[in-house]
């Protein structure tokens, strides 16, 4: 049976809900629910025994078939699962426990299971958020976050101030969650605690967001990104960068003005139109003698202490006698909610008066030998107290885990926590113990539960691994462990999405970088520094930090560090330079320079592979630098090297076949993109053969598009663009997806005269380049702007277009530089200046025929002899020569096209002067060798213009 064909799904009504297992979907009306996957499958088990107690086994068994886990993480994602269907403190609406046995659901159920759907046209929330699924109940804030979003409502920066463990972050996110589905491009959480280095905070939003950015100056794509968006971007823990994240901040409110910032940090960031919401401790009794658990309910310290109790100890309840001692200890805790959640982890451990008295302890103990913040003062003193009452597995698995800089997995936390002491079975009940001590959180991510410190507990256990002299271990397992962590980042890159990808691996980043970072800190470890980081060259062109690869490959290859590179490792850093600074810096000499090295260890170590994607990298550098007869050479040494290998012959093609139709050899060009181009599609297998270039397919196709325009088909050149612009949409690959649309369809268009395609091909490789970061595609796009200007009769910013100019210039690709100088010189001479704008004509011209880069010099004499003709009437002999010239060259090399758009251009000068049947029948000698495109603009311009001699 086919897997699209129509199924039966079963459907579970109860209150305002229907839950439909086999859709994976969980609606509130008509409203999908955010809701983890293992939380939905538990609901599942639940709602097909309505009435019934189903035991803890037998949800774990069910929920959990082929894998062992610990009943924390069913405990994890009941919480969530209750928060969902939103049950309060006291209400058990659809969920009610049985202590010491399951779980009972006890709302009523209506069944259906005749529904029928397609997997194809199966309902589900679109992914416009990165926000956890929260698992424990908020106490005590709904003021504030009610306060918070009416403020996000007129302002544009709010920030959540106030004390470590105050629960800033809690707020944020229930702000963040209720804003879910009010920004057109969604809610993005920007965790900024595990972060050290301040130049990355661009980098860390990036990452959050999703945006695959190519770009040396990260912050400058993001803004450009963000510029025509409109989200609420959630910075939290901004306290330790709190300069670089305002800058940033800054930046991004005055480019995109359709971006909102809430932020959380211990001070206000002091950006310009920043509303500061200082947030208190939670409120407490001032008077807590004669205190009644009723009254003492209603204030949200003690609502949040029973809360916590109820989740360590289900048979928990606040007694009369017990209230004012609770009530004690939540002032003595100054209202701090993670002080307050880590004293209610311990009422199975000791009676409400013995939680006090223990405190009392503590706090006596701890008077006047610590300075700063008293708040700081009173959450220190409850970790500590909290610490030491673990056990010592407890304790040194806590220590352990303080390596981790986000979020980890429980396979993580086991790489990391176990040794001989320790094995991954205690591990695993230890974390399930401080999960339920609140000294770690829990996180639901679909399928999967995530666990991660605050900032706070993990200062104060990186400070005790210090004390330990357990420090340098817990790195090294770590180092070793994001080896293995990016290993399955690559083996992942294949089968999952890149949406999949980035919600698994992307919150990795920052354990990578801290490993890289630790290794390469002693020549003990450098090694190790080494085989991370060549090992993470496909993450970072997973996660697009081209630019951070870039670093990273540097930094790998500085001499302090010689003697721990193999010749392997030299190879791929350089290789890697090469291709990263070639995307971000454009062809400068270092990429060249890198290439050539790179080249040379592949030689030594006589793999072919590597070889061809060296001189792969070295060709692409010698097209970008306008260097066609040295792309070729480069090009033939590729189909030396593997005669007979198709995919390599390939590359040689497409390298080749595009610098000959620079050359003007238009027919010789044409035959080998047609070779690359009618083959399948085929991939890379060498999956160590990390490169950060376009597909060379797809570079072909536009090759061949342009040259089939030039040979006149433009109905077979136009096909081949939309064939070009499909595959490279299906690639899922910035620097591809702008070849296409800049270099591709927007030119092809603009040859065919459809100015309304045009400008659309533009604006969008214009918003894809800035989104992406990749300015050197951008000032292309922008200098091109500058021709489809002219071309419409629109305004021509001369300003503008000398400095895009001179970035292209400067960037060292001069492909088509003289094409874009041409440009710039008819601007200037329509604005007056004509010797300035001949001068500019004249100086392209003798860059192309320096280079042998003649294809374009026919277009260029074309535009040359207009300038004259329309600015310089007493010209026209002079024009007239030009566009003989142009006719000639373009006969020479086969261009049709520029043949007849000069025969054009003659014919309408000639009848200016008289006519000459010599024009006349060159235009009809050009139009009469067309076979195709006769609705194209030229065609139907010189048709026209045929017709009125006929009139004539």
């Known amino acids: 049976m086919s897997d699209l064909a129509p199924r039966h799904s079963r459907s579970f009504l109860f209150g305002p809900f229907q839950l439909l297992p086999e859709r994976q979907l969980l609606m509130r009306g008509k409203t999908p629910v955010r809701i983890g996957g293992r939380a939905l499958d538990i609901l599942t088990v639940l709602v097909e025994r309505p009435g019934e107690v189903v035991g803890k086994r037998e949800l774990l068994s069910r929920v959990w078939p082929d894998t062992i886990v610990e009943e924390g993480n069913l405990k994890v994602n009941m919480a969530a699962l209750r928060r969902a269907l939103d ?85 944020a996110l229930a702000v963040a969650e209720h804003s879910v589905g009010l920004s057109r491009d969604g809610v993005w959480l920007i965790d900024l605690s595990p972060l050290k280095d301040p130049t990355l905070v661009p980098n860390v939003i990036a990452t959050a967001i999703g945006l695959a950015a190519h770009s040396a100056n990260m912050l400058a794509a993001l803004s450009g990104f963000l510029r025509d968006r409109e989200m609420l971007l959630v910075f939290d823990s901004c306290e330790h960068i709190i300069d670089a994240v305002a800058a940033s901040i800054d930046r991004i409110l005055t480019d995109a003005a359709g971006v909102k910032i809430l932020a959380t940090s211990r001070e206000p960031l002091r950006v310009k139109g920043e509303r500061v919401r200082r947030l208190p401790g939670l409120a407490t009794p001032a008077e807590t003698r004669e205190l009644r658990a009723e009254a003492a309910l209603a204030f949200p310290a003690i609502q949040l202490f029973v809360d916590r109790a109820v989740d360590r100890l289900e048979s928990f309840s606040l007694s009369d006698a017990d209230a004012p001692l609770a009530a004690e200890i939540c002032r003595r805790l100054d209202g701090l909610a993670l002080a307050i959640e880590l004293a209610a982890t311990r009422v199975d451990a000791f009676g409400i008066a013995e939680l006090l008295e223990q405190l009392d302890d503590r706090f006596r103990l701890l008077q006047g030998h610590r300075g700063g913040i008293e708040r700081h003062r009173t959450l220190t003193a409850t970790i500590d107290w909290s610490y030491d009452l673990l056990s010592e597995s407890e304790r040194a698995v806590m220590r352990r885990l303080a390596i981790f800089a986000g979020v980890f997995s429980l396979d993580s936390a086991c790489a990391v926590a176990t040794d001989q002491h320790i094995d991954r079975v205690r591990v695993i009940e230890d974390i399930a113990s401080l999960v339920a001590k609140s000294l770690l959180t829990a996180e639901v991510f679909d399928t999967e539960v995530g666990y991660r410190m605050l900032d706070t507990t993990r200062a104060y256990a990186l400070e005790k691994l210090a004390a330990n002299d357990e420090l340098e271990s817990a790195r090294l397992r770590h180092a070793e462990h994001c080896l293995d962590l990016v290993a399955l980042a690559k083996a992942d890159a294949d089968r999952l999405s890149r949406a999949e990808w980035l919600a698994r691996y992307g919150a990795k980043t920052d354990d990578l970088r801290d490993a890289m970072r630790w290794a390469f800190t002693g020549p003990a470890t450098a090694a190790l520094g080494v085989r991370l980081t060549v090992a993470a060259i496909p993450f970072g062109k997973q996660v697009s930090l081209v630019e951070e690869c870039r670093m990273a490959v540097e930094r790998a290859l500085d001499d302090r560090f010689r003697a721990h590179r193999s010749i392997r490792d030299d190879l791929m850093l350089n290789l890697t330079l090469g291709a990263t600074l070639l995307h971000t810096r454009g062809p400068l000499l270092q990429v060249k320079s890198a290439l050539t090295k ?268 207009n300038v004259i003709r329309f600015q310089n009437p007493a010209g026209r002999d002079e024009a007239t020569e030009c566009y003989r010239k142009s006719i000639e060259l373009a006969r020479r090399d086969g261009a049709l096209s520029w043949e007849l758009r000069t025969a054009i251009s003659l014919v309408k000068l000639s009848r200016e002067r008289g006519g000459s049947d010599e024009a006349e029948d060159m235009l009809a000698s050009a139009y009469a060798r067309f076979q195709e495109g006769f609705s194209t603009g030229d065609l139907r311009r010189a048709r026209a213009l045929l017709d009125t001699r006929r009139a004539l």
């Open 87 to 171: 049950e309060g403190e006291d209400s058990s609406h659809y969920i009610a426990t049985v202590v010491g046995r399951g779980y009972r659901f006890i709302a009523p159920v209506q069944y259906s299971g005749s529904t029928l759907f397609s997997p194809d046209a199966e309902l589900t929330a679109p992914r416009n958020h990165n926000l956890p699924t929260a698992t424990t109940r908020i106490v005590g804030r709904q003021d504030a976050i009610n306060a918070i979003l009416r403020e996000l409502q007129d302002a544009r920066i709010v920030s959540i101030v106030g004390a470590g463990g105050i629960g800033k972050t809690t707020v």
């Open 598 to 865: 790179a080249l040379g260890l592949a030689e030594e170590l006589n793999d072919t592979d590597l070889q061809v994607a060296c001189l792969r990298g070295l060709s692409e550098y010698e097209l970008w630098t306008g260097d066609s007869h040295s792309a070729i050479a480069v090009a033939k040494r590729i189909r030396a090297l593997e005669t007979g290998h198709e995919e390599a012959a390939g590359d040689a093609n497409a390298q080749a076949g595009s610098a000959l139709s620079w050359l003007g050899a238009l027919a010789a060009s044409r035959h080998q993109l047609e070779n690359i181009v009618r083959r399948p599609v085929t991939q890379n297998l060498r999956s160590d053969v990390a490169r950060f270039e376009f597909d060379q397919r797809l570079t072909a196709q536009g090759a061949l598009a342009t040259v089939l325009w030039l040979q006149g088909f433009p109905d077979q050149a136009a096909a081949v663009a939309e064939r070009q612009l499909k595959e490279a949409e299906a690639s899922n690959y910035a620097v591809s997806l702008c070849y296409a649309l800049l270099h591709g369809s927007l030119i092809i268009a603009m040859y065919v005269r459809d100015y309304e395609s045009a400008w659309g091909y533009l604006d969008s490789g214009l918003e894809h380049a800035t989104r992406h970061g990749l300015s050197i595609w951008r000032n292309m796009g922008m200098c091109t702007r500058g021709r489809l200007n002219l071309y419409t009769g629109r305004h021509f910013d001369l300003a503008a277009y000398r400095d895009a100019l001179a970035e292209v210039r400067d960037g060292g690709f001069r492909m088509r530089y003289p094409n874009y100088l041409t440009n710039y010189g008819e601007a200037l001479a329509r604005q007056g200046d004509l010797a300035g704008g001949l001068a500019a004509i004249d100086e392209a011209m003798e860059i192309s025929e320096s280079r042998g880069q003649v294809v374009g010099i026919p277009e260029m004499l074309r535009i040359k002899g």
